[in-house]
């Protein structure tokens, strides 16, 4: 096997065993840590610190440590939140979050790099196009890693289904399910139904192990490849300094049309973050129970996955003000639908067909929304990039850190609030343009897709 391909594919793999276990923890989080919203306070930090991180840190671990060993200390960061969930506290989940969040930014960015060197290398050696084996590598990476949502939410339906815990849920507790919820802290029987320790403990033994082994597999089998110091070099000597990327970011603001993209920015963050938080426990988890939870958010990876490649595809036909309309209508129908939803447990299929079309409507949000910086903004990505992860972040922030303070039809129709208002916004935008080049090409739009897609997921 040619050396820089199988390089790709230890990245990949790694990827794919450390995000099995961050993922599924991930969707969990607001029902196994449900405690004074422990757990979707920690993801709340987590988003904060990533913003930070992704401030200042890459640049100066991979100038220090190199691609392999960035990689390989920033996975070590996942791996202390696993621990940090076994006595889950504030003084534990706090702490591991703002790691974890410290260490995300270093993360991807050195993959990127890796790969944009590994690429680059190759195409000298083999006299090819270095942009083509980056976009081949790149490839081959999400398609391995997307399925990791899959197998992390497998894992976890898969062990707290073994609960001999199980109840059966009222009537009246069922009443508490849904957008109108009760605002005691007693929910329902779930609290007596959770599974016991020993189970959990498995889990996330099971996920810790998982990212041990991500980390074991980087360090023995990825080569720190001849060209990956000098080429690590030349990215870092391209790159900014903290304060110019930092002014960089605040600069971009000048533009108007990137101000009138922070609100669909922000959207992305509270709809992924209402997914996860919310809809994860109070209506699958309230209703279902917690081991329901990983089977649900398969339904939601696979679609994502499915509908991202497909609307990469497809949009250099319908364009993308359609697939904006499309992800807009389906979220709005989803949106009232959860308002008007009694969520029961004998209308199971429908527990699932809420985070297919979110699964479906958040591809759109990703593919076009990314597509749209790298064209509107071609000749500032770095800029553009770094604010599209500063405020869609901010978005994750927010919307965890009301999660437990808001009931949830209010966090509804904020929501919808939100998501009407990015798409003023985003007319405008549109309105702009042709006003400004009435030809302009929505080509761009899947080159840039890449390496950016997944960066704020963490």
């Known amino acids: 096997m040619e050396r820089n391909l199988k390089n790709v594919l230890v990245i990949s793999f790694g990827f794919l065993l450390l995000f099995t276990a961050y993922g599924g923890l991930q969707s969990l989080q607001s029902s196994l840590n449900s405690e004074e919203g422990l757990g979707v306070a920690s993801l709340s930090v987590l988003y904060a610190a990533l913003i930070i991180s992704s401030m200042f840190l890459p640049p100066i671990l991979i100038k220090k440590l190199g691609c392999k060993w960035t990689i390989a200390g920033s996975m070590c960061c996942y791996i202390a939140f696993s621990?940090?969930?076994f006595y889950a506290s504030w003084y534990t989940l706090i702490p591991t979050s703002v790691i974890l969040g410290l260490g995300g930014a270093p993360l991807w960015s050195a993959k990127c790099t890796y790969l944009t060197i590994a690429g680059n290398s190759y195409a000298e050696k083999a006299g090819k196009i270095g942009k083509d084996i980056i976009n081949q590598y790149f490839g081959v990476?999400?398609?391995?890693?997307?399925s990791s949502g899959i197998w992390g939410n497998l894992i976890s339906s898969l062990i707290l289904s073994q609960s001999s815990n199980k109840v059966e849920i009222s009537e009246e507790d069922l009443a508490c399910c849904g957008a109108y919820d009760c605002e005691s802290n007693t929910t329902n029987t779930t609290a007596?139904?959770?599974?016991?320790k020993t189970l959990v403990y498995t889990l996330l033994g099971v996920y810790t192990a998982s990212g041990v082994l991500a980390v074991l597999l980087i360090i023995i089998f990825l080569d720190q490849i001849k060209s990956d110091?000098?080429?690590t070099e030349k990215e870092i000597q391209k790159t900014p300094s903290f304060w110019s990327t930092f002014l960089a970011t605040f600069q971009q603001l000048k533009d108007k049309r990137q101000c009138l993209l922070i609100p669909l920015t922000m959207y992305s963050g509270f709809e992924q973050g209402f997914l996860a938080g919310d809809y994860t426990k109070t209506y699958v988890t309230c209703a279902l129970g917690i081991h329901y939870v990983g089977y649900v958010m398969i339904c939601f990876s696979a679609v994502n996955s499915l509908c991202s490649?497909?609307?990469?595809?497809i949009s250099q036909f319908t364009g993308r003000k359609f697939l904006f309309a499309l992800a807009t209508a389906?979220?709005?129908a989803c949106i009232i639908a959860l308002l008007l939803w009694k969520p029961h447990s004998n209308q199971l299929v429908v527990f699932f067909i809420f985070p297919a079309l979110w699964g479906l409507s958040d591809a759109i949000w990703q593919t076009q929304t990314n597509g749209l910086y790298g064209v509107l903004f071609e000749k500032h990505t770095e800029a553009a990039f770094a604010n599209y992860r500063l405020w869609?972040?901010?978005g994750f922030v927010i919307a965890f850190g009301y999660s437990t303070t808001l009931r949830v039809y209010i966090k509804l129709y904020i929501l919808l609030a939100v998501l009407m208002l990015s798409m003023v916004t985003y007319g405008v935008v549109e309105y702009l343009e042709a006003k400004r080049s009435p030809g302009t090409p929505a080509a761009a739009e899947k080159e840039n897709k890449g390496p950016h897609t997944q960066e704020t997921r963490i």
């Open 141 to 146: 990476f999400f398609l391995i890693f997307q």
């Open 392 to 394: 869609e972040s901010c």
């Open 309 to 313: 490649l497909l609307f990469g595809k």
């Open 83 to 85: 621990l940090g969930n």
């Open 192 to 196: 007596l139904a959770e599974p016991s």
């Open 229 to 231: 110091q000098a080429e």
């Open 330 to 332: 389906t979220n709005t």
